[in-house]
């Protein structure tokens, strides 16, 4: 591939709004996605070149999908290929998701759009219950790991522990673990085969060398790393300065900023925290609110994290002050998207110089397991979580034993919408069907019985 042309920027910016517009199905499908483009289709880096980019995004809190996207936009054409590899990878979503908060907001009692949501909801909880196993077959390879999942539930579940505390312990569990020698934390998982087609890295436009751009010394680094850290946490200081921290708008900058730092594990995870939070501690929103904004993410290309941006948005529409409410929520959902994924660029600046001293550190990939470990447990909180407030209309909180455990109130249970439910399980484990088919299809029920008086 020497004599191959090397894409222009221009050239290469077409194939980033390709995949932004194609990036369905969250950040397993996202990736299989670039993989495709990028490595099969267009030869830009070989297999072994997308592994490490991607094991090294791994370990950064945040969507991996995405920082990936920076990371491969950086590596073609330098800081600017990164800058607009990430933002038009995010920029659909941010359309979407906006288009469909203001929808939401003014017509989301309607009837037909209340029982679209109602659908969608069912198709939400098997999705999420998809991941729990998908993740789970991957991560828990020995009762060391089964054993923190396991411990991982029981602490958010039953105590409320703060998902970043739950992090912070599986990555120091599996960082001394490694240290320690125990056959549990030595050796790391792998991503498998990525696509059907496996690339040398020698056949492709950037071969087996490293760009000269990438062997940068340390002051870049730190210099576009500052100019990022700056743009990230200065608006954040100023809310928090001039509107006083009880104000939402500084509640959202600094909740979503501390989310930006100790979200590893994934989208599902991260949602398991916001539920946590937004719903709990801010009422941002209500349970199954948080549910219809999952569905929003499912079904619009972008990031699944985007749905953070759905939650900024309510919590500034129903605390607007002095603002109009649409204006609000409006500047609410840009501002948790600013401080949601400007640490992304961050993070891959500022990492970039020094990647290859991270590779085959079994240490960090010790850590990293754990994590992943963990947050199995966090997801399947969240599917426990969501699955009692699909399925039943009221929760009941019951203390006993030190735990507080939200217990279904069955006389309320909804039949509905458990029937919905079974139905997007069947078709999600049974017949294998898509993620954007079991939506529509579970979209189109909830109308139906909406119609039907059943919703």
């Not at 369905?24 to 072994?48: C, D, N, S, T």
């Not at 529509?440 to 008086?453: C, R």
Request: with cysteine; proline share 4%; net charge neutral.
């Amino acid at each position: 591939m020497q004599n191959a042309p090397f894409p222009t920027l221009a050239q290469a910016t077409r194939i980033w709004v390709r995949i932004g517009l194609l990036s369905f199905g969250g950040p397993a499908g996202q990736i299989a996605l670039m993989h495709r483009i990028l490595v099969e289709e267009q030869k830009w880096l070989g297999e072994k070149r997308f592994l490490h980019a991607l094991n090294y995004c791994m370990l950064l809190p945040g969507p991996e999908a995405m920082q990936l996207a920076v990371y491969i936009g950086w590596l073609m054409h330098r800081t600017i290929g990164g800058i607009i590899a990430g933002l038009l990878f995010v920029l659909p979503g941010v359309v979407a998701i906006m288009a469909l908060s203001w929808v939401y907001a003014l017509y989301g009692n309607v009837g037909a759009v209340e029982a679209l949501f109602f659908g969608l909801k069912a198709a939400v909880l098997a999705i999420v219950v998809q991941a729990v196993l998908r993740i789970g077959s991957r991560a828990l390879k020995n009762g060391a790991m089964v054993a923190i999942a396991a411990a991982s539930f029981v602490a958010i579940f039953g105590f409320a522990v703060p998902f970043p505390l739950i992090i912070l312990i599986a990555g120091l569990i599996g960082f001394f673990g490694a240290r320690a020698g125990l056959p549990a934390f030595q050796g790391g998982g792998g991503h498998g085969k990525l696509g059907k087609v496996q690339v040398d890295d020698a056949d492709t436009l950037l071969g087996e060398e490293s760009p000269e751009h990438t062997q940068v010394n340390r002051a870049w680094a730190f210099r576009v790393s500052a100019i990022f850290l700056a743009l990230w946490l200065v608006p954040v200081a100023a809310l928090f300065g001039v509107l006083g921290p009880a104000n939402v708008f500084a509640q959202i900058a600094g909740f979503f900023s501390v989310m930006a730092v100790v979200t590893f594990g994934g989208a599902y995870a991260v949602l398991a925290y916001v539920a946590q939070e937004a719903v709990q501690n801010f009422g941002w929103l209500a349970p199954g609110e948080m549910l219809d904004g999952l569905g929003m993410a499912e079904t619009t290309p972008g990031p699944l994290i985007m749905v953070t941006q759905f939650v900024g948005f309510m919590g500034a529409f129903r605390d607007a002050g002095g603002l109009s409410p649409l204006m609000a929520g409006t500047l609410g959902g840009l501002l948790t998207t600013w401080v949601t994924f400007t640490p992304c660029f961050l993070w891959i600046f500022l990492g970039a110089p020094f990647i290859e001293r991270l590779r085959d550190n079994q240490v960090l990939t010790a850590a990293l397991t754990a994590i992943t470990a963990a947050v199995v447990g966090v997801i399947l909180n969240l599917a426990v979580w969501f699955g009692l407030h699909v399925i039943f209309e009221e929760i009941q909180t019951i203390t006993s034993f030190g735990l507080d455990l939200d217990m279904p109130v069955w006389s309320t249970l909804n039949l509905s919408a458990a029937g919905l439910v079974v139905a997007a399980v069947i078709a999600v484990f049974h017949f294998r069907l898509g993620t954007v088919t079991v939506l529509a299809a579970s979209a189109v029920a909830g109308v139906a019985l909406g119609f039907a008086g059943l919703a």
